[in-house]
């Protein structure tokens, strides 16, 4: 029912909910800030002749602390390889990319800088002449790559193209989402979500959560956990109502994924559903849209599959936008 004409439907009541019972994101006004001044500085460049086009890549896992003075928490899989793989050929492409983040998750430019053999990647020269002078060096081995990782970051960087935005909980992502939604009004049709990150769908509610660390001399944990609400369909509908909406959907049991994915699309007013399944999600992917569904794989292991994908959304993108958003 419309909460206008009587009580608020459960959905719109859970989300009200959520939010008012969220802790308050620590650096919040910080974040506006920045994307402000991003969005200020996009507003006035353009690409071809027309306006950038603005997406927000959401990456990674999203946790669920179960205690205010977090000791455990809940998590997911997900690297943020897709996320930050995309967001590179999102800039390629032209586009502004606002890229949410997991903290300490897989970063643009930086996917294939090792993190358990960092130090590998350079070489030390001691100088004898002067006594206590070294030289940093990049490996040879690994030079051409670090050299273009570098060069392409700061491109994107300095044509202010890419701003990065972390998050950590449930409640900072979801917070930090609206946020961003509100900020992009202003890019109409223009403006894109490619909701990559793995969302919660689980969590326990701020004032419902133990303060402290849980016990375990009270024996075993018998914990009551509430559903996340789904924001998709509030961002179609109130944050973002022009922009064009890719989602994911991820699966365990391949028989119920393309299900599931057009019942998302029905659902949540998507326009596009990416459908992934746990086993290959790496190697394949499924973009189903209204009567459609195309299948894209990665040709082999010197390519990244988000190459493709990237491809055909801003192709259905410019569409979208060259019909006005229907
Ligand atoms: O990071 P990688 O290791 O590279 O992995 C990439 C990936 C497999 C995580 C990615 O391709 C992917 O599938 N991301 C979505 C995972 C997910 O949350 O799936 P879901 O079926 O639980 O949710 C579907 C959609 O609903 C998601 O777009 C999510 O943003 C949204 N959602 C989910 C829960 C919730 N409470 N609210 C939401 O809006």
């Known amino acids: 029912m419309?909460?206008?004409?009587?009580?608020?439907?459960?959905?719109?009541?859970?989300?009200?909910?959520?939010?008012?019972?969220?802790?308050?994101?620590?650096?919040?006004?910080?974040?506006?800030?920045?994307?402000?001044?991003?969005?200020?500085?996009?507003?006035?460049?353009?690409?071809?002749?027309?306006?950038?086009?603005?997406?927000?890549?959401?990456?990674?896992?999203?946790?669920?602390p179960l205690e205010q003075r977090c000791v455990r928490y809940i998590d997911n899989f997900s690297s943020?390889?897709?996320?930050?793989?995309?967001?590179?050929?999102?800039?390629?492409?032209?586009?502004?990319?606002?890229?949410?983040?997991?903290?300490?998750?897989?970063?643009?430019?930086?996917?294939?800088?090792?993190?358990?053999?960092?130090?590998?990647?350079?070489?030390?020269?001691?100088?004898?002449?002067?006594?206590?002078?070294?030289?940093?060096?990049?490996?040879?081995?690994h030079a051409t790559m670090v050299k273009k990782a570098i060069r392409d970051y700061r491109k994107a960087v300095e044509e202010g193209l890419l701003l990065k935005i972390p998050f950590t909980t449930i409640f900072e992502y979801l917070q930090i989402l609206q946020m961003v939604a509100k900020s992009m009004s202003w890019t109409a049709t223009r403006g894109m979500f490619y909701l990559a990150a793995a969302v919660s769908d689980f969590y326990v509610p701020w004032e419902s959560m133990a303060e402290h660390k849980i016990q375990s001399a009270a024996g075993p944990l018998d914990m009551r956990l509430t559903q996340v609400p789904k924001m998709l369909s509030v961002l179609r509908k109130e944050w973002a109502p022009s922009a064009f909406c890719i989602s994911f959907k991820l699966e365990t049991d391949p028989g119920i994924l393309l299900q599931k994915a057009d019942m998302a699309m029905r659902k949540y007013g998507m326009h596009v559903v990416v459908a992934n399944e746990l086993a290959t999600y790496k190697e394949e992917v499924i973009i189903v849209t209204k009567g459609r569904r195309t299948a894209v794989r990665r040709h082999n292991k010197e390519t990244d599959l988000e190459e493709q994908l990237v491809y055909l959304l801003d192709e259905m993108h410019y569409e979208y936008i060259k019909q006005g958003g229907a």
């Open 2 to 64: 419309d909460s206008r004409n009587g009580p608020e439907a459960p959905q719109e009541s859970n989300v009200k909910s959520f939010f008012n019972s969220a802790p308050p994101l620590r650096d919040g006004d910080l974040i506006c800030n920045k994307l402000k001044e991003f969005m200020d500085r996009i507003s006035l460049s353009s690409e071809n002749g027309s306006p950038v086009r603005v997406v927000c890549v959401t990456s990674g896992g999203t946790t669920v």
């Open 80 to 141: 943020g390889h897709r996320g930050a793989a995309s967001t590179e050929y999102f800039v390629k492409a032209g586009y502004a990319v606002i890229f949410v983040y997991r903290r300490g998750s897989c970063q643009p430019y930086c996917r294939y800088l090792p993190q358990d053999s960092f130090l590998e990647f350079f070489d030390l020269t001691e100088d004898s002449t002067i006594q206590v002078y070294c030289i940093l060096q990049v490996c040879q081995s």
